[in-house]
């Protein structure tokens, strides 16, 4: 497999609202919400209308749980949303979604398709990464970066939320109203959490370990709930791992910073065509 290398796009802020077409490439793990339980955050592909240019865009919040069912999405759907530039989030790629336009318009099958406009997007490293948002105030906030390396995934227990998160999972609990027949269960942290340590291919690359927020990593231990500890940390390195990583794949990771450490990268997802 080849990379182009770097998504061409000018860095600046937009101001209006818009339509948007997104590829979407990642639903990262959903987090505690004190008005609507939990939150989902989307990644993918901002699409031209002749989708030959494209450009990242976060969708933020989406409640992922109270979709309509003509609204569920998955990754390699595209979906058409008006959107707004998210206020209060200085990068450039995050919009706040109006959920009542959304509307899944197309999915991309197979690798194929999806390597024609994902390819080209490929960012040089991500060492350059790092350096541009440490010393810009306006840089790229997500990302596909290749794999040079996998040196480990580390599976560990996960904390549980805390003290803050479980304020807003009580908050959002306590609001139940007796006419309202949406579903108020408690959002659960998941068993374990990952980090990722690997290479990029800068060549004084030192390495980086970041955690792994995929919705995907999280839904396999919901599935695998009740089974033995060591099956589900079995489970997570086959799918993460071995399979994701297996020869001839040349996987990348989808990347994206925090709106309020912006030099702190997390893997948000898996890149893996054959």
Known sequence: MHYSVGLTATLAKPTQADELEVLVTVKAAPNPSAKSGETVC????????????????RLYPINFRFLE????????DILRVRATPASGDTRVESWRPDMSTMKVIDHLDPWKRRRALLDPTASD???????????????SSLG?????????????????????????????VNQLDLFDSADKSALEAPRFEGRYRW????ALCRGH?????????????RRLNGAP?????????AKFVDMMFRPPRLPAFFVGNQAKRHHVFHVLGIYYPV
């Open 42 to 57: 989307v990644a993918g592909l901002g699409l031209s209308g002749s989708r030959t240019q494209s450009r990242w865009i």
């Open 144 to 172: 596909l970066v290749p794999v040079r390396e996998l040196i480990d995934l580390r599976v560990t227990e996960h904390p549980g939320w805390s003290q803050n998160e479980q304020a807003k999972i009580d908050a959002y």
């Open 125 to 139: 490293t991500m060492c350059s990464l790092n350096r541009e948002n440490q010393a810009e105030a306006v840089a």
């Open 69 to 76: 069912q003509d609204q569920q999405f998955k990754k390699y």
């Open 209 to 221: 370990e970041q955690s792994i927020i995929d919705w995907e990593f999280v839904a396999l231990q």
């Open 199 to 202: 290479k990029c291919f800068e």
């Open 229 to 237: 500890d060591a099956e589900v940390r079995a489970a997570l390195k």
